[in-house]
């Protein structure tokens, strides 16, 4: 029988992540339990949080927290350090999708799309600067996209809410890297999450499938939306999140790491 190792690099590391009750948020929130950390997983929605705890191995603390809201997230911010005892690394995995052709794109829509990917970021990272600088070795970790960089049809709120990502990821990096934080950016592509997985019903009803040809991935996955495009799990990013949360990571920051399968190559 095989020996299974389990690393514990994250042992007695402070985590919070958002969006931790489904797809990459619930993969990188038990796949940090399992190397050590101490997490804290925060959700808009309850029951997707009770489905990650279920999951998980023991550690994990998780409540509700609207990412799009500024009293929601001061007062998750402040209960999840409380809780820790302090924090070393902030994940913000919590993001929307919703698409449409631009032209028919509501200001309701854009601004939803903005409020919980890029204010959202900029939210939870604020409210959690003051206790990730009093960590000798803080990091932030911002979920990006392949669609920052790369055209991606019906999709130009998100696609510039990530971009937007990207931009204040290299912000924060330069403007507290001599205080000893890090910050980098994820850009997943062809990766399974909840977002790929309702992708049938946020689609236009005359959706153009040729335009995702130049989506797919040149490596082998085991994975398929509904749309049937191909994909990785989101264990696959999870691992790189631990990476970088860990001393492995010390000397990456200020950049993105994409992680698409040569999708993009």
Do not use: C
Not at 87 to 105: K, M, P, Q, R, Y
Not at 149 to 165: D, L, Q, R, T, V
């Amino acid at each position: 029988m095989a020996t299974v190792i389990v690393m514990e690099r994250l042992r007695d590391r402070r985590v919070l992540v958002t969006g931790a009750g489904s797809g990459i948020g619930r993969a990188t929130t038990l796949r940090l339990l399992e190397e050590g950390a101490q997490v804290v997983g925060t959700d808009v929605s309850a029951e997707g949080l009770s489905g990650t705890q279920a999951a998980a191995p023991p550690g994990l603390t998780t409540f509700t927290m609207d990412v799009a809201d500024e009293s929601s997230v001061d007062s998750g911010v402040k209960a999840a350090v409380v809780a820790l005892g302090g924090l070393d690394v902030l994940v913000n995995a919590a993001g929307i999708l919703l698409a449409s052709h631009t032209h028919e794109t509501s200001l309701e829509s854009w601004n939803r799309v903005l409020a919980v990917n890029l204010t959202g970021t900029f939210l939870v990272t604020r409210a959690a600067l003051p206790a990730l600088l009093e960590s000798s070795a803080g990091v932030v970790v911002n979920f990006s996209s392949t669609s920052a960089s790369f055209a991606h049809p019906y999709m130009a709120a998100y696609s510039a809410s990530k971009g937007g990502i990207q931009a204040f990821t290299h912000a924060l990096a330069l403007e507290y890297g001599k205080r000893g934080l890090r910050a980098v950016s994820i850009a997943p592509g062809s990766v399974k999450s909840g977002i790929t997985d309702s992708a049938a019903s946020w689609l236009p009803s005359d959706v153009d499938f040729s335009l995702f040809g130049r989506l797919l991935p040149i490596l082998p996955t085991d994975h398929t939306t509904e749309v049937g495009n191909a994909v990785a799990g989101p264990e696959t990013v999870a691992g790189v999140v631990a990476m970088l949360a860990s001393e492995d990571g010390k000397f990456i920051t200020g950049t993105e790491i994409r992680i698409d399968g040569g999708t993009h190559t």
